[in-house]
């Protein structure tokens, strides 16, 4: 098989293999852009503590989980964090099908959790975050070194048949000062 032949057949088994998740990335990207992000059903739950809410991540994760636990709900995909502005603070865990919320309430022995379920259009929104599983980080990064291959072996091909040649390398150049000077005026 020739060099052109094996770049092509590359080009279209990663092309195609990675249509569904370009579509993907590509309609949550682009929707987010313009503030359609999806939305949430929430579902708001008091704890009864033992002692008044601090601000250490490990005990909050812990009183997130057991109550979770209690409801049957799984831990949200994602990494807990405690936000704090001011004397204020409160924990947010987010994943792709839900995320979660712990905040002190008025009485310092009751706590307020927030239990945001994802729909469907804010799940995809959630994994195109990187708010997913370890698998799909590890899927996005596969998708994101397919892309630079499609383009590379686009451009590649472009560049090899002469009457491409030109168009090729004038959109090459457009598109670099496009990125330089858009980013240098963001």
């Not at 008091?46 to 009183?63: D, F, N, Q, R, S």
Request: charged share 15%; aromatic share 8%; net charge positive.
């Amino acid at each position: 098989m020739s060099a052109r032949k094996s770049i092509i057949l590359l080009h279209t088994i990663i092309a195609s293999f990675f249509l569904p998740v370009g579509l993907m990335f590509a309609v949550t990207g682009g929707f987010y852009s313009i503030g359609i992000t999806g939305n949430y059903r929430t579902s708001t739950h008091e704890i009864a503590l033992t002692a008044p809410l601090g601000k250490e991540l490990g005990p909050l994760v812990t009183i997130v989980e057991a109550e979770l636990g209690r409801l049957g709900v799984d831990v949200p995909s994602g990494a807990a964090k405690v936000q704090s502005g001011g004397t204020s603070f409160h924990l947010v865990w987010s994943g792709s099908r839900r995320d979660v919320e712990l905040h002190p309430t008025a009485d310092p022995l009751v706590a307020s959790l927030r239990v945001k379920e994802t729909t469907v259009h804010r799940f995809f929104v959630q994994l195109h975050k990187a708010k997913g599983g370890e698998a799909f980080k590890w899927f996005a990064v596969s998708w994101m070194v397919g892309t630079v291959i499609l383009l590379a072996t686009g451009t590649i091909l472009a560049l090899a048949i002469p009457a491409y040649r030109r168009p090729a390398i004038v959109s090459l150049v457009v598109g670099t000062v496009a990125l330089v000077v858009l980013s240098w005026v963001s």
